[in-house]
C-alpha cells in the first residue's frame, strides 16, 4: 500500500490505483497523512473542507467520509498494511509507518541530505525529487497552503540538489530536472540562477543567457521588479565565461535590466475606500493609535498590520474607513478595500478569489490573473514591492484568510477587522490588535445628540440615555435608531424608548450574541415604519446577502424601473439599512443582510422570492449574453428561454465595456447563479452557468469554473434535461482537466459517455468522446486520445455527421503533432480543411490549417508551411479566435525566418506579441525573445 500526495490524492495497492471518491474526502485523507500517527482535530478538517463557515451539520459529514476511507481502505487490504484511522481526542488519527506516504519519505530524504558529503547527498536528493509527479495535493483547493509549503520545500531541494551536482562536475545530469522546475516557477530565481551555471558549465552559455534575459523580462514585465543578486551574480558568472566559439545561435544581451515601470504610467492607482463615516464618536484612544500606527508606516520598528476586533455593530469597519481616510494622503500609490464577507451569510471569500480581485484593482487584466494561489500571492506582493499603500481588509473570519493577502512591502499599511480576535496574526506577522467595546454612555449620547441634534437630546436626557442603554451602545443601532428619530422630527424620544422596549421584551426569548438583540431591535423598529416599496426591495435584496448590487440588478429583482430602484435605495440608505459605495452599489452590514434574509423568509411568500429570483436570472442571462456579442461578434451565441425582459435592458458601446462589465460582475454572477439553483430554478442555474463559461473560459478561472461545473450538472440533472447535463458535464471535465486534476476530469468524460450512450444520439455520442479525448490529450495520453477521436471519427462518418468530422479530425492532428507524426497529421489535417472548407467552418478551417502548416514545418518544408499559415490567417481573424491569430502569426514568423532570413519574421511576430500580451499568455515571452534575436 502506498499513499501519493505529491502530486493528486491518491492510494495504490499492489500497482493499481483505489478510487477515493469525492474531493471532500481526499482532502480529509491528505490532512490525516501529512499528520500520520498524529490526530487531527476534526475542527481542522472541517475548516480544510469549508473554510470558517460550515453547514449545520459538518461534523456529521466528515463522520461520514470518514467512516468512508475506513471502508475503502480494509477492502485495499489497510490491515495487512499496519493501517489504520482510528477516533483520537481531539479527533482522528491515521496510524501508518511514514515511509508508506511519498509526501514523508520526501521529507526524511532531504533532512538526510543536509549533513551528508557531495556524494551521497546529491543521490538522496534525487531519490526525493523522483518521489514527485506534479504539484502537491492538487485538485484540494483547500488544503492549498499546505501543498504550497511542500511546494517550498521542493524547490529547496533542487536548489541543494544542484549545488551538490555542480560542486560534483555534474551539470549535464542537472539541466532536465532544473529545465523542468524553472518553466513551472519562472519566478524563482535561485532555480533558474543554477540552471544558467549548468547550461554555462554544460558549454551553453547562449542557452544560460537566454534564461536570463527571459527571466529578466518576465520579472520586468510582469512583476515590475529587478533581478535579485543571485540572479545577476549567476548572469556576470556567465559573462565572465569563455563563450563557446561554436554557439548554435550568437550571445545575445538586450541591454541593462529596466527599471520597474512607475505605477502612474502603467496602472490605475486604486481609491477604493468606501465613504468616510460622518459623526465619527468614541473610540478615541483606538483612532489616535492606529493614525500613530499608519503614519510610522515603513519605519524599521514599525508594525505593518493593524487588527481591529470586536462583536457586530460596534464601530469596527467606521472607525478602519475613518483612520483610512486620515491616513490616504500618506499612501500616494493608492488605497485598496475589500470585504472578505467572513460573517456574511455567504460562504467567505477565500484566498484565491480574493487575490483576483486585489490584482484586478492592481491593475492586473484578467486574463493575466494566475490560476495558481501561490502565484498570486506572488504576483500580488511584488505588485506592491516598493509601494506605499494602504490595504483595508474588513470582515476577516480568521489569521488564516489574511494571511496570504498581506503585502510584503515595508511601505504598505493593512488594516484588518474581524469579530474574532486575530491572535495568529499578532504571533506570526507581528500585527497590532485593538479590541473595541460598546460606546460608554457619554461617548454613546454624544454620538445621538450629533445625528439628531443637542437641542432634542438636551430636551429628554434621560430619554436619550435610556435610548443608548436599549441600543446596547452600539455605534450601528444607534445610526438606525437616530435615522427613525430623525424620521419624525416632532416625535418624543421618550416615544421612541417605549417602542424599543416593547421591541425588545419581544425579542429575549430568542438566543443572541454579538450584539444582535440591539441591532435587531433597532432594524425592526426602522423595518416596521418603511413604505411598502423599500420594505420589500429590503426583504428582496436579503435573497443574496453579502452581495453589493448595481441599481438595475435591484431593479429586475423588485420588477421595478432603474430609476424606481434608485429612489428606494436613496430612502434605504438614509436610514442606513443599505450603504452605498463609491462606485454606486448598494450593500448592507452582515447583521442588516442577516436581518433583511429573515425578513425575506418570513415576510415574503416564496413565490414572490422565487419570482424576484426568476427576474434577477434572466436579466443576468439576457446581459451576459450582450456582453458576450458585443465581445466576440463574429461567434454564434445560443439564445436563452426568458420570461422576463428588464425595461431598460444594458448596451455596451465598446467590446471593452462589455468585458468590463463582465469581469466587474463576475462575482455577483456567481452568487446569482447560486442562489437561483438553491431556490430550484434549474433551468435557469445551468443556464446561466452556460452563459458564463466563455468569460470563464477565456480568463481561465478554473478554481471557479470547478464550482460553477459543478453546480451546472446539478441543476442540469434536477430538470431531467440530459442534453444539458452533458453540456455541463464538458464544462466540468475542461475545468478539472485545466487544473491537472486529470482523475475528476477522466470520471466526468466517461459520465459524458455514459450519458450520450444512454440517450443513443450519435451527436451527443461524438461530441462526448471528442470531450474525453481532450481529457486525455491534456492528461498527456495520447494513444488514449487517439483512440477516442477514431471512435468519434467513425461514428460521425457513419452517421454523416460532416461538422463533427470536421472538428474530430482537426484534433486529431493536434494528437498526431506532440505524437511526433507528422506525416499522419498532415493527412488528418488535409481531410480536415477539405471537409470544413465544404460546411463553410471558418474556425475549424483555420486551426486545421494551422496543424497542416506545423506538421509541414516540423518535416523542415518551410515554404508549403507558409502557405497554409497564409491561408488560415484570414478565416482565424474572421472567426474571432484571437489565441489562434496569435499562433498563426508567430508560426508564420518561423517559416519567414527560415525561408527569407530573421528580419522577415518581424512583422508578423511584433503583432503576434501584442496579441500575446492583450490575451495575457505566456507565449508573450517566447515571442519577446524572438523579437530580441532579430
Known sequence: MEFRLLGPVEVWVAGRPVDLGSVKRRTILAALLLEVNQPVPIDRLIELIWGAEPPPRARNVVQGHLS????????????????????????????ADP?????????????????????????????????????????????????????????????QYADAA??????????????ELAVAYPLREGLVSRLMTALARAGRQADAIDWYNRTRRRLAEDLGVDPGPDLASAFQAVLNSTAAPSSPRPVTVDGPAAEPPAASGNAPVPAQLPPDVSHFTGHQVEFAALLVSGERTGSPDAARVSAIVGPGGVGKTALAVHAAHRLAALFP??????????????????????????????????????????????????????????????????????????????????????????????ARDGAVQFTLDTLDQAAGVELLARLIGPQRCAAEPRACVRLVDLAGRLPLALRILAARANSVPGRPIAQLVSALDDQRLHLDRLSTEDGDTSVRSALLLSYQTLSPPSARVFRLMGLLPGASLPPYLVAALAGCSPAEAESVLGALAAVHLVQRGASGRYGMHDLVAHHAMERSIEDEPATER???????????????STAERAVSPDLPMPEYRVEHVPPVPLEFATPADADGWLDTEQETLRAVIRVVAEYGLHERAWQLVHAQWPLTERNELWQEAVSLGELGVDAARATGDARAELRMLRYRSLAYSSLSQHQDAARAGRDLVTIAERLQSPEDMTAALLSLAGIHWRAGEHQDAVDCLLRSLSLAQQHELRYREAQVLSKLSCVRLDQGRPHDAMADARRAVECSARLAAPQIEGQALINLGNALRQLGEFDAALVEYRRALPLVQRGGIRVAEAEVLYMMGHALAHVQGPAAAQVPWRRALTLYTELGRPEADEVAYELAGC
Not at 69 to 95: H, N, W
Open 166 to 179: 555542480l560542486r560534483l562536475g555534474h551539470s549535464q545530469q542537472l539541466l532536465g530536472d532544473l529545465t
Open 610 to 624: 422565487r419570482a424576484a429570483l426568476a427576474r434577477l436570472a434572466d436579466c443576468c442571462l439576457l446581459t451576459i
Open 99 to 159: 515511509e508508506l506516504v511519498d509526501a514523508h519519505r520526501f521529507l526524511r530524504l532531504v533532512r538526510e541530505a543536509r549533513p551528508a558529503a557531495d556524494p551521497e547527498a546529491a543521490e538522496l536528493l534525487s531519490q526525493a525529487l523522483a518521489l514527485w509527479r506534479g504539484p502537491a495535493l492538487v485538485g484540494q483547493p483547500r488544503a492549498e497552503e499546505l501543498g504550497a509549503t511542500l511546494a517550498e520545500a521542493r524547490q529547496l531541494a533542487m536548489e
Open 68 to 95: 468512508r476511507i475506513r471502508r475503502i481502505l480494509l477492502d485495499a487490504g489497510a490491515e495487512q498494511a499496519g493501517v489504520a484511522v482510528d477516533t483520537r481526542s481531539p479527533g482522528y488519527v491515521l496510524y
Open 333 to 426: 500609490d493608492g488605497q485598496l478595500f475589500l470585504d472578505l464577507q467572513g460573517f456574511a451569510e455567504a460562504e467567505p471569500r477565500n484566498a484565491h478569489a480574493a487575490l483576483g480581485i486585489l490584482l484586478r484593482a492592481l491593475g492586473v487584466p484578467a486574463r493575466q490573473v494566475p490560476v495558481d494561489t501561490a502565484e498570486r500571492t506572488a504576483l500580488y506582493r511584488s505588485r506592491l514591492a516598493g509601494k506605499k499603500m494602504l490595504i483595508l481588509l474588513d470582515n476577516a473570519s480568521s489569521s488564516a484568510q489574511v494571511r496570504p493577502l498581506l503585502p510584503g512591502s515595508s511601505g504598505c499599511f493593512t488594516l484588518v477587522t474581524s469579530r474574532r480576535q486575530l491572535d495568529g496574526l499578532v
